[in-house]
């Protein structure tokens, strides 16, 4: 069972990045599944959430209209869209998984740094 995040990088303000989190070893069906950051001196923050039982999504207000997450059945991955990117989303981030039945996140990927300077 394992969880890769990967499409950090730098960008500038304003620009766009895909992160993709993969998952191997089981199916992203009937889970929850997570984007989490932490930024430097920071604590970790919720981004987004995706239920793949009934395809319901939430996302963290901090990013609201700007971040969006999908879900790719055929490649088991999760996606996490960022779109208007600002220097205080420089962070390294993490997707993170659990069965809906058991209302945690049991799964972490290892992360992928992604700054955004001019």
Avoid at 22 to 46: N, T
Avoid at 75 to 102: F, H, I, R, W
Wanted: with cysteine.
């Amino acid at each position: 069972v394992q969880l890769q995040a990967s499409g950090g990088g730098l960008v500038q303000p304003g620009d766009s990045l895909r992160l993709s989190c993969v998952a191997s070893g089981f199916s992203l069906g009937y889970h929850a599944i997570g984007w989490f950051r932490q930024a430097p001196g920071k604590e970790r923050e919720g981004i987004s959430c995706i239920n793949t039982g009934d395809g319901s999504i939430r996302i963290a207000d901090s990013v609201k209209g700007r971040f969006t997450t999908s879900r790719d059945n055929a490649v088991n991955t999760v996606d996490l869209q960022m779109n208007s990117l600002k220097p205080e989303d420089t962070a390294v981030y993490y997707c993170a998984a659990g069965p809906l039945t058991s209302g945690s996140f049991d799964y972490w990927g290892q992360g992928t740094l992604v700054t955004v300077s001019s």
